[in-house]
């Protein structure tokens, strides 16, 4: 409470909190890493300053670019479907702010991450460089041709729109190993979940979503993108 009696505002941490029981917990998402790296990674740090304050509503957020940070459930709800126990090795495709990236590194052992518009991508290697997170490397480039370099990967995260599954990233996929990602129109897309189990691939269907395009060979061509 206020001197005047009001209520005073919630401070981020708090704010953060609340983000984790009204938007995760009460929408179904109970495993207790998951939800621990929510209670850590601080999200307020990875929007630009005038978005601070809306750092932890149920909404996506603009970053630069012409880009956006995922809603939270969103990141909860791709995460939560990799299954990650702690020792995968995870591709993460559209590095963007970061945010998805800081929440692999609390999940698993190494995450790489490929970013093509290189502000975007220097400004996320600062953030979590200055929070110690050590486990993330970053590289500039077309993510629809993944990272072939330190494939194969146990687990791959997309987090931007194909018209469908880039052949390169399912190469790049390890066998038992998942990878999730929007596919469809620009308008509008599916978020799946795709398989590969001694050799053969399985797609299953999470849910509707929106996200930015995924701009490139095996994306989206340059010309056809707002
Ligand atoms: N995961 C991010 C959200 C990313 S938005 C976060 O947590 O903030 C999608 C990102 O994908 C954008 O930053 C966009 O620049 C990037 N992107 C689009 N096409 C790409 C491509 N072919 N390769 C790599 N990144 C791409």
């Known amino acids: 409470r206020t001197m005047a009696g009001g209520v005073s505002p919630m401070t981020l941490d708090e704010q953060r909190e609340r983000m984790v029981q009204d938007q995760l917990l009460a929408r179904g998402i109970t495993d207790e890493r998951l939800l621990a790296a929510f209670r850590k990674v601080p999200r307020h740090r990875f929007v630009p300053p005038e978005f601070e304050a ?46 998805q990236a800081a929440i692999l590194a609390e999940l698993t052992l190494e995450v790489f991450s490929v970013e093509r518009v290189p502000d975007l991508l220097r400004a996320a290697a600062e953030r979590l460089s200055a929070l110690g997170c050590l486990n993330v490397h970053f590289t500039a480039g077309n993510g629809s041709l993944g990272w072939p370099q330190h494939a194969p990967y146990d687990a791959i995260l997309v987090t931007a729109a194909a018209p469908d599954v880039p052949e390169p990233l399912l190469a790049q996929l390890a066998d038992g190993g998942t990878m999730v990602l929007p596919i469809g129109p620009q308008e509008g897309q599916m978020l799946v979940e795709v398989r590969k189990r001694h050799g053969i691939v399985t797609r299953r269907e999470v849910a509707g979503c929106v996200f930015v395009p995924l701009v490139g060979r095996h994306g989206w061509p340059p010309e056809s993108v707002a």
């Open 54 to 99: 809306q750092a932890y509503t149920d909404h996506p957020l603009p970053i630069g670019a012409g880009q956006t940070i995922s809603q939270p459930y969103m990141v909860a709800l791709m995460t939560g479907r990799l299954g990650l126990q702690g020792h995968e090795r995870v591709l993460e495709i559209g590095a963007g702010s970061g945010y």
